[in-house]
């Protein structure tokens, strides 16, 4: 498997739900987006930060809003989920990349995970991949992939911010 792109993932009212907790959220700031794990930034420093907002890091649930992401994750449905966490990136007047890299750490543990981007809202922003491919930020859209698929995000420049939930699981049966 590489890239699976599945629009309208959750039902209107799951996402309208969904979307309408968002408000709620106690956001964190990071000082980076790739991480401090060996992965070249490519964007200035200027630009390479963003909001976080951690609902899982396993094996812990480190948040008391995790019901706000409930219906993702059981549609999913992962045999362990490792990680779930919201990101926030602010608008900017170009696109900006962070640089390309993958969510598991060290890279040799990617290989067991599969990577998920939820996207929140859509925006002209977009996940590209190291092969050329590019998905572009669709509202209600999630996007799977190898946990070890080198990726990068980008900001957006036509809405207020691009927002997305980035899960790391182990795989399991997803629910149809």
């Known amino acids: 498997m590489s890239i699976r792109i599945i629009d309208n993932f ?26 401090e794990h060996g992965h070249t930034t490519k964007c200035e420093d200027k630009y390479d930060w963003q909001m976080v907002h951690y609902f899982y890091l396993h094996p812990f649930n480190i948040s008391d ?16 989920l490792y990680r779930a966490k919201m990101n926030l990136n602010p608008v900017t007047s170009e696109h900006i990349e962070h640089g390309f890299h993958t969510d598991s750490y060290p890279v040799e543990h990617a290989k067991k995970f599969k990577t998920a981007v939820y996207y929140i ?13 590019e998905v572009k930020s669709q509202a209600n859209r999630l996007v799977i992939f190898p946990g070890d698929m080198l990726h990068t995000g980008s900001t957006c420049t ?14 399991g049966d997803p629910i149809a």
């Open 65 to 80: 809003q995790y019901n706000i992401v409930n219906s993702i994750i059981q549609k999913i449905n992962p045999i362990v």
């Open 10 to 35: 959750l039902s209107d009212e799951e996402y309208s739900t969904l979307k309408e907790n968002m408000k709620s959220l106690r956001w964190e700031y990071s000082h980076n987006v790739t991480g």
């Open 121 to 133: 809202n859509t925006n002209n922003g977009y996940t590209k991949f190291d092969n050329g491919e």
């Open 158 to 171: 036509d809405q207020k911010n691009r927002l997305v939930l980035n899960l790391m699981y182990l795989e």
